[in-house]
C-alpha cells in the first residue's frame, strides 16, 4: 500500500526524519514548514494523509486540523498530531479539532507506519465511496449532504464492551454513560454473536482478556462481512505496543492506553461514531443509486437494463444444465387509447396497478421486468411452455377479470393485455431468439383480437 504523506513541521531536521521513515516504507512524501502551505497543498488535493506537528509559529498544528475539517474539501483527509507533548490534554484538544490520531515524539517506527497504513484504508473507502455516491446516472446528492452533516451533529452511540475483569470495565462504563449507551459482554466466547446480532456503532475491547486472545476476536469482526467496517477500539495497558501494532494491522480502528483520560476516551469514541455513520450514509446512498440504476421508477420492477444482463446469465445456465427456460412478454392493450382519454396520470396508475398484479402471479425465483412503455417481460428458470402457458394465462385473467380503479376511485377501467410465450430450445444460441419468439406470439395475439395468449413454437 502507498499513498501521499504530507509532513508538516517548522524544523528541517524533524521533517528529514519522518521522511525518511516514510519513504522506507515506499509512501511518497510531500513536504511543508507551515500551517498555511500545508493548508494550500491539502486544498490543491496533493496529499492523502497528513502528519502535523503542533508547535508551529503563527499558525500551530491545532488551528491548521480545525481550519482543514472545517473546509468541506480537506475534511475528509485524516490528521494525525505529532508532537513533543505527551499530556492528555494535549490529545484531547488535538482530538476535538478532529485530528484522528496522536503520536508523541520520538515517534515509534512501528506505530508511525500501521498507523499511516491503518488511516490510509479508511481514507480509501470513504473515497470510494463518496465517488460512488455522488456520480453515476443516480446521483444521490442529498445522501452525501446529509453524510457530510454527521461531522458536525452531536451523536449518541450504542457501543459494546467485551471486558472479562469488572475492575477494568466498570471505570470505562462510567466514563462512556455520560455520552452513550453501553452493553458490556465478560465472556468473550459470545461478544463475536452478541456483536453480529445487534446494531452497534463501536465496538471496545480489552487488549487484556484473561483466557481469550482479544486479537481472535477483532480478527473474527473483522472477517465477517456484518461487522467488517464496524469501528473497533482496543483498550491497552502499557507495554503492549507490539499488540497495538498487530491489532491496527488487522483493521482495529484506534486505540488507548491505561491508565484511562475520560475526555480522551470519549473524544476517541466520538470521532469514531462519526465517521461509521457517516460511511453508512454513503454506503446507503450507494446501495440505492445501484438499485435505481436496474429498477423501473414507476413500477419498481427491473427495467430493461437489468433484463438484458441478466436474461444473459440465466440463458446460459440453463443451456450448461439442459434445463428449461421460458419468457412471457405482455403488451397492455389499447394502452394508447388510455392515456389520450384519461391523460397520462391515470396511464400511470394503470401500469403501477398492472405491475403489482403482475408481481401476485409469478414466483419469486422469476425475473419480471418492464420492459419498456406498457410491456413487460417475466423470465422464468426451470419451466417449459406448457407451465409458462399456464402463469401466462393467470396473468391475463388477472387483468382482465378486474377493473382497474383509477383517480382515488372515480373511475374504473376495463383493461387488457395480450401475451406471448415462449421456451427455450435445441439451437438457440443466444437469448435474444427466446425474446423474438415470445414477441412474435405476442404480435399474433394483437392480431388475433387481443386479450389472449399465444405460445409462437420455434
Do not use: W
Not at 500545508?38 to 496529499?47: F, G, P, S, T
Amino acid at each position: 500500500m502507498t499513498a501521499r504523506v504530507l509532513v508538516v513541521d517548522d524544523i528541517p531536521a524533524n521533517v528529514k526524519l519522518l521522511e525518511a521513515r516514510l519513504m522506507a516504507e515506499y509512501f511518497h512524501v510531500i513536504t511543508a514548514s507551515s500551517g498555511q502551505e500545508a493548508l494550500e497543498i491539502c486544498e490543491r488535493d496533493q496529499c492523502d494523509i497528513v502528519l502535523l506537528d503542533v508547535m508551529m509559529p503563527e499558525m500551530d498544528g491545532f488551528e491548521v486540523c480545525h481550519r482543514l475539517k472545517q473546509n468541506p474539501k480537506t475534511m475528509h483527509l485524516p490528521v494525525v498530531m505529532v508532537t513533543a507533548l505527551d499530556q492528555p490534554n494535549d490529545r484531547v484538544r488535538g482530538l476535538e479539532a478532529g485530528a484522528d490520531d496522536f503520536l508523541t515524539k520520538p515517534v515509534n517506527d512501528l506505530a508511525l507506519i500501521t498507523r499511516v497504513k491503518s488511516l490510509v484504508r479508511l481514507k480509501l473507502v470513504t473515497d470510494e465511496l463518496r465517488m460512488r455516491a455522488s456520480s453515476g446516472e443516480t446521483v444521490d446528492m442529498d445522501a452525501v449532504a446529509n453524510a457530510d452533516a454527521v461531522n458536525n451533529s452531536e451523536i449518541r452511540g450504542n457501543i459494546i464492551m467485551v471486558d472479562d475483569r469488572a475492575s477494568s470495565y466498570e471505570r470505562t462504563v462510567k466514563f462512556l454513560s455520560q455520552e452513550h449507551d453501553v452493553a458490556v459482554i465478560t465472556d468473550p466466547q459470545d461478544a463475536l454473536f452478541q456483536v453480529v446480532e445487534s446494531n452497534y456503532d463501536v465496538v471496545v475491547i480489552s487488549l487484556s482478556l484473561t483466557d481469550f486472545d482479544a486479537l481472535r476476536l477483532c480478527s473474527h469482526l473483522r472477517s465477517l462481512e456484518r461487522t467488517r467496517s464496524l469501528p473497533i477500539l482496543i483498550v491497552a495497558d502499557e507495554g503492549q505496543e507490539s499488540q497495538i501494532s498487530r491489532a491496527l494491522e488487522l483493521g482495529v480502528n484506534d486505540y488507548i492506553i491505561r491508565p484511562l483520560d475520560k475526555n480522551e476516551l470519549l473524544a476517541r469514541v466520538r470521532t469514531q461514531i462519526k465517521r461509521k455513520r457517516y460511511n453508512d450514509c454513503l454506503r446507503n446512498s450507494v446501495q440505492n443509486t445501484i438499485e435505481m440504476a436496474v429498477t423501473d421508477g414507476l413500477t419498481g420492477l427491473h427495467n430493461r437494463r437489468y433484463l438484458d444482463s441478466h436474461l444473459a446469465t440465466l440463458f446460459d445456465k440453463a443451456k450448461a444444465k439442459q434445463s428449461h427456460l421460458s419468457t412471457v412478454m405482455c403488451d397492455i392493450d389499447h394502452f394508447k387509447r388510455v392515456n389520450d382519454t384519461y391523460g397520462h396520470d391515470v396511464g400511470d396508475e394503470v401500469i403501477r396497478e398492472f405491475a403489482e398484479r403482475l408481481k401476485k402471479c409469478v414466483r419469486g425465483v422469476d425475473l419480471a421486468s418492464r420492459y419498456g412503455g406498457e410491456e413487460f417481460v417475466v423470465v422464468m428458470p426451470d419451466t417449459d411452455v406448457a407451465l409458462a402457458s399456464i402463469v401466462a394465462e393467470r396473468i391475463r385473467a388477472s387483468i382482465a377479470d378486474h377493473p382497474f380503479i383509477v383517480e382515488k376511485g372515480a373511475k374504473q377501467l376495463a383493461i387488457t393485455v395480450s401475451v406471448g410465450v415462449s421456451s427455450i430450445v435445441e439451437g438457440d444460441e443466444e437469448p435474444l431468439k427466446l425474446l423474438k419468439r415470445a414477441d412474435i406470439g405476442l404480435y399474433t395475439a394483437k392480431k388475433n383480437g387481443r386479450n389472449q395468449v399465444i405460445a409462437e413454437a420455434a
